[in-house]
């Protein structure tokens, strides 16, 4: 079978339930991938006694490839074959024990590369890993000769860890904010359309001498009420490209004038934690450069490697490439000059992990109280507006 066989196998196949009794009359259960129930039935004579039951399965829940569940996927893996379990058999553990059909393939495609001769590797790579973690490859690889696969397989999920806290800890100080932006719009939307016009239809014989905001609010309000189902249509129209546009962030998000400062911090922390586990597992940073792309939100990792191969160290490399503070410089080339280059990048990364905090405390004091204050001014502008009319009947009695 070839590589590409077995990377689009999977896809045509179908999931099948099957229950058969072994020679000893033992009654068994499981899942099996096959095109068809007849092909399904076939693979499972050769190993069963008597068959049955096979019927399709359709435990359809969708499962994400992300980060998250890849750091599930190897520290699960890490832990059987600490277990003493073997690769294949750990992966049919896996298989069996998936909660979706979708899961369940994910694992059988594995089993099947594994069984026809293809390197965990290479495996991992036609599964997405590369995707996720540009490293997994090499590292793999590399554990597959020298006999350290469990420890290389808990690594790299503690790496995936690790930068899932760092994203987190990027969208906590948001979250609230945008929570209560939310359900003020929602409110101040209704307040116009519902309310608004009560006060309008109040006014109705004296529109000619309202206030200028009275009447702007009063026009806005008639705009939302009169074209509510357009204004839904055209919300719904920018959802599909907001969507596609937040699923492509990585390639803008970091140009942004003020959160893209502190993705771009995130960045540099993601490139040395990579930099120092390649050093780690003895990979040259040549290597871990190039599969790290071109660029990497904002940093031009294509620069550093062009540089690299000219004969400039590490630090003069990613001097101007990427916005590294000069404290982040020095203890690199202090690294460098006591060849402890893994520690250097590890220490270098922790400083630039304690800016990222500091930026980020700074936002959480500042974010919250704009937010309030500029809701409270919206909702504050429509009550004035509304009540104008009565305070200026007021002064005329």
Not at 185 to 213: H, K, Q, T
Not at 235 to 242: H, I, M
Not at 358 to 386: D, N
Request: proline residues 4%; positive net charge; glycine residues 6%.
């Amino acid at each position: 079978m070839s590589s590409e066989q077995a990377r689009l196998r999977p896809h045509a196949n179908k999931v099948w339930r099957w229950q058969a009794i072994s020679e000893d009359g033992t009654t068994l259960k499981g899942r099996i991938a096959a095109p068809s129930r007849q092909e399904a039935m076939q693979r499972l004579s050769r190993q069963y006694h008597w068959i049955t039951d096979v019927k399709r399965s359709y435990r359809q829940r969708r499962t994400r490839n992300n980060a998250s569940c890849w750091a599930q996927r190897l520290t699960t893996l890490s832990q059987l074959l600490a277990a003493g379990i073997g690769l294949s058999e750990a992966l049919q553990q896996q298989a069996q024990a998936a909660v979706s059909d979708q899961e369940f393939l994910f694992w059988d495609s594995l089993v099947e590369r594994i069984t026809s001769g293809m390197p965990l590797s290479t495996a991992l790579e036609h599964a997405g890993i590369a995707t996720t973690l540009v490293l997994a490859g090499p590292l793999v690889s590399l554990a597959e000769q020298s006999g350290g696969l469990t420890h290389t397989l808990a690594n790299l999920a503690s790496q995936l860890e690790k930068r899932l806290a760092l994203q987190q800890r990027l969208i906590a100080p948001a979250r609230y904010p945008a929570l209560i932006a939310l359900v003020s719009i929602f409110m101040m939307v209704a307040m116009m359309i519902y309310i608004v016009p009560v006060f309008r239809d109040l006014y109705g014989n004296e529109s000619s001498a309202l206030p200028l905001p009275t009447s702007v609010l009063f026009s806005l309000s008639a705009l939302l009420h009169n074209h509510t189902l357009l204004l839904l249509i055209l919300l719904f129209a920018t959802l599909v490209p907001s969507i596609v546009a937040w699923r492509k962030r990585r390639h803008w998000l970091h140009r942004l004038p003020w959160a893209g400062r502190m993705v771009r911090s995130a960045a540099r922390i993601e490139l040395l934690d990579s930099l120092a586990l390649g050093q780690r597992s003895n990979i040259g940073l040549d290597v871990t450069l190039s599969r790290l792309g071109t660029h990497y939100h904002g940093i031009a990792v294509g620069k550093i490697l062009t540089r690299l191969n000219l004969g400039f160290s590490i630090t003069e490399s990613i001097r101007d490439s990427g916005g590294f503070s000069p404290h982040t410089l020095s203890i690199i080339a202090n690294g460098t000059r006591c060849g402890q280059l893994a520690s250097a990048f590890e220490h270098a990364a922790l400083l630039e992990q304690r800016q990222l905090e500091r930026q980020l405390g700074r936002v959480e004091l500042l974010i919250e109280p704009v937010m309030m204050l500029a809701l409270t001014l919206g909702l504050g502008a429509i009550v004035v507006a509304l009540y104008l009319p009565i305070f200026d009947l007021g002064q005329r009695l």
